[in-house]
């Protein structure tokens, strides 16, 4: 059933696919010969199942959703109190490149503008620049579940062209933010930016961050959960450079942008989304990565501030009643990402099977991104030579949406169980 998904994710791309608005990041050369039709939204569950749509296969460059990252490195390895010496936690209302400092501390506002990025990259331990970025594409490619490459290319014109990030920094060590060479700092920088990834990439990494820290396809815990934390803390204010309030109001997701198009959002505890569509809007995020976000937020139900009672529904309990017959017991709140699960796992099981119950007696509430994918159960295992039942005495699943819902729903499991009596051997009824 993970088709449901599938075609929720598709519907929602192809809405926005003939939005042509914005423009190519000019100020480093080789981000203008990128092809601005490119477009993929890639959702990585918490268990790393991840859902694919558009072109999830093509390779960009991180560029500034590296930052927090390498925040998050830092913290690790340095521990909080060092970091905060050196970087803010405060929105800076500014351009992502800003040459400011915060007028009190002298310090860089936060890590997700490049005066926060750049300290937070002069904070990784090691004796030489290569040192200190192989602990970085070490850390990016744990998150990612693969090692992952750099654009030569892309690091060269960055080199060539970044005279405001060196101005920034040497800002900084004038200052005592930058306690080493600048230049040496802006090299370990630019690499960093120059990484590359797809969407598919991004949306691991955020439902790495999204599980606290353990990478969903391995299990390898990568970071701490304390840092994590502070990281997508960060995320939820600053993310979005000075678009970050509206899109915490409209998207309500932590999520980091990129010139290079992409856009990490991580809903915590459930998954990871990464979108790639290169042109961007005057505040240097991507607007149909922005625009899908928001379509996802509203038609998911993904705002994390909605989620006021525990987010994921579980599979309480799976057992057969009878020969053929495989009851499924959930309790909790019905959302998005726990009635995917609870869908993908009755189809990998549908061998086992000839008709699937849901017994929904300890569901609290269900919202209508569950209700849609939960209509469409049957059609799934009707496809499959299977059928499909719910129990649901309180009507949670059908009570306001039944218009078009194509399950057999019973009061009681008796009552179902005494439906699947006229069913012939083999026979999943119609």
Known sequence: MAELVQSLLDQIRERHADNDEGALADYIPELRRVDPKGFGLSLSMADGYV?????????????????????????????????????????????????SVDETTKTPKNPMINAGAIAAASLIPGATADERFNQIHEFYSAFAGRELAIDHDVYGSEQATGSRNRAIAYMLQ??????????????????????????????????????????????????SAAVVQRTLSVMVTCGMYDAAGDWASAVGMPAK???????????????????YSPRLDAKGNSVRGTEVCRSMSAELGLHFLAHTRESRSTIRNAYDVEPGVRVFELHGDLLFAGAEQVLRRVYRE???????????????????????????????????????????????????????FDARVYGTLEDALSATAHLGSGDSGG
């Not at 509430?365 to 309180?394: C, H, N, Q, T, W």
């Open 174 to 223: 004038s200052f005592g933010v930058l306690d080493g060479d600048p230049d040496e700092t802006l090299d370990v920088y630019f690499r960093q930016c120059s990484i590359k990834v797809t969407s598919s990439d991004l949306a691991v990494m955020a439902a790495t961050l999204a599980r606290g820290g353990v990478e969903p396809v391995a299990g390898r815990r990568v970071a």
């Open 350 to 404: 549908r061998d086992a099977f000839d008709v699937a119950i849901l017994e929904l007696s300890r569901v609290d509430d269900i919202d209508d991104a569950a209700r849609r994918m939960f209509a469409g159960m049957r059609e799934s295992l009707v496809a499959a030579g299977k059928e499909g039942y719910v129990v649901d005495p309180d009507r949670v699943l059908t009570a306001s949406h039944t218009a078009g």
């Open 51 to 99: 859902y694919e749509s558009g072109d999830t296969a093509i390779e960009f460059t991180i560029q500034s959703i590296s930052k927090p990252f390498t925040y998050a490195l830092a913290l690790e390895r340095m521990g909080m109190d060092a970091v905060d010496a050196k970087i803010g936690v405060e929105p800076s209302g500014e351009a992502f490149n800003q040459i």
């Open 257 to 275: 942008s990129g010139v290079g198009g992409g856009i990490a959002a991580v809903l915590p505890g459930q998954l990871g989304i990464g979108v």
